[in-house]
């Protein structure tokens, strides 16, 4: 059973982040959103972009040299490769910000709601009732992730929902809150609002109640 996506425009937001008014018995627990730099680096991978485009452009000073070339002439031809490797770099970063703008996590005491999409926005909801578990993934740069595993047969489309899912889990996704500044505040929150709102039954099963587990 796959969790469909709901289409909204952002300026049509009854809630910042939420498709609708809370329901009475339902109120906000936490909200936020990436951190535009740890995105650009962790999950659209700017550094690694960095470093293969240096090392081209490198590659390319050095075969113009190997070939008889001055070192003027070498230094002026590797211009080229690297002003487009800016171009794509400065393009991969603006996609990062403008990405990290455009999201709102949100959990309340029911569900956790992602709200994603830079040209066409649309808004997931994952009740409780469908969260198995949650990890977090903290980082050595302060940031982090909280991902959720779904229920079987519950799943959410990999494609569509990137990068707001843990990387290469394409199988079964799992719904992420990325590039997290707060990653343990969140994961700590959603840890309380599950508690107090599942039934203890359906708790001794689960690594969300209590503290988030560490991914690995």
Avoid at 29 to 54: C, I, K, M
Avoid at 137 to 144: E, I, P, V
Avoid at 157 to 170: D, E, G, I, Q, T
Wanted: include cysteine; charged fraction near 20%.
């Amino acid at each position: 059973m796959s969790t469909r996506a709901v289409f909204s425009e952002h300026d049509s937001e009854p809630v910042h982040g939420l498709p609708g008014v809370l329901p009475a018995g339902e109120h906000l627990v936490w909200q936020g959103a990436p951190d535009w730099r740890s995105l650009a680096l962790n999950a659209y991978h700017v550094r690694s972009l960095t470093l293969y485009f240096s090392v081209m452009v490198l590659a390319r000073g050095g075969y113009l040299w190997l070939e008889g070339a001055e070192l003027i002439d070498a230094l002026t031809g590797m211009l080229g490769p690297a002003m487009f490797a800016g171009i794509a770099l400065a393009i991969m970063t603006g996609i990062a910000i403008l990405s990290a703008r455009s999201t709102a996590y949100t959990i309340t005491s029911k569900r956790v709601v992602i709200r994603q999409g830079i040209a066409l926005e649309s808004t997931i909801n994952l009740p409780f009732a469908v969260i198995e578990s949650a990890a977090i993934k903290q980082r050595r740069d302060g940031s982090g992730d909280l991902a959720l595993t779904l229920t079987k047969p519950h799943r959410v489309s990999y494609v569509w929902l990137w990068p707001h899912v843990r990387p290469w889990h394409l199988l079964q996704p799992q719904p992420s809150l990325r590039c997290l500044s707060d990653a343990e505040a969140a994961g700590e929150r959603l840890s309380r609002a599950f508690d107090a709102a599942v039934p203890e039954a359906r708790r001794s099963g689960s690594s969300v109640a209590g503290d988030a587990e560490l991914a690995t």
